[in-house]
């Protein structure tokens, strides 16, 4: 089916993304442009344009005579990446510790009791989908569209790398008892209390990562 929109290459280019963290375009793999065409009923042109936009993301890259390719994401991007994120994502807890309204933290509230009733049942996937919108609740509460658009192309590099860290043994505990230091902090309005506890959950997301690696990096080898 053929694409319309006022904005063809941001389509295309959502399109291409959405393949890409789906595992339909893996990293490291070949962009066939001719392929991708034919599929999407579109030209050159969009097609094109939207992969200097995945380009500018940090999801592909461009190699010259030979074409575009999926980037992958080795473990000094995650090293590099993740002290950044926490730095990004602490400051959105501390402002909105200092922002949020008595109905923002009911809303908060609500939230975490589920991610206790996820967590405590073993749900990962449900886990994961509220885990992700309590984060996401932060970042408006902070009001910092700079912080946002920072720490959603930081979170697209590290979506790149498909491991999913509460699969590591005794992540999913650990990170429910992090989530609730966090709300711990913004209950009591403590902003500087809530960003440390904040830098605390994504520094330990990344040792959990790193051991993910590790281990599925063994079981390749044996």
Known sequence: MRLV??????????QIRDRIFAGELVPGSFVDEVALCADMAISRTPLREALKVLAAEGLVRHEPRRGCFVNEVTEKDLDDIFPV???????????AANNA??????????LHE??????????????????FAIHEALITLADNRWLAQSIADLRKIVK???????HAPGRLAQSLSEHMAIYAALQARDCEGA????RTHLTRQRV??????????????A
């Open 160 to 166: 790149l790398s498909r491991l999913q860290q509460l």
């Open 85 to 95: 994120i926490a730095l990004l994502e602490g400051r959105c807890a501390y402002e």
């Open 195 to 198: 960003e440390a506890a904040m």
């Open 208 to 221: 959990a990562l790193r051991e993910l690696a590790r281990n599925q990096k063994s079981r390749l080898m």
């Open 5 to 14: 929109s006022s904005s063809l290459h941001a389509e295309v280019a959502t």
């Open 114 to 131: 589920r991610l206790q009733r996820y967590g405590s049942a073993g749900q990962i996937k449900e886990y994961y989908d509220t885990n």
């Open 101 to 110: 309204s008595d109905a923002d933290m009911q809303a908060l509230a609500l």
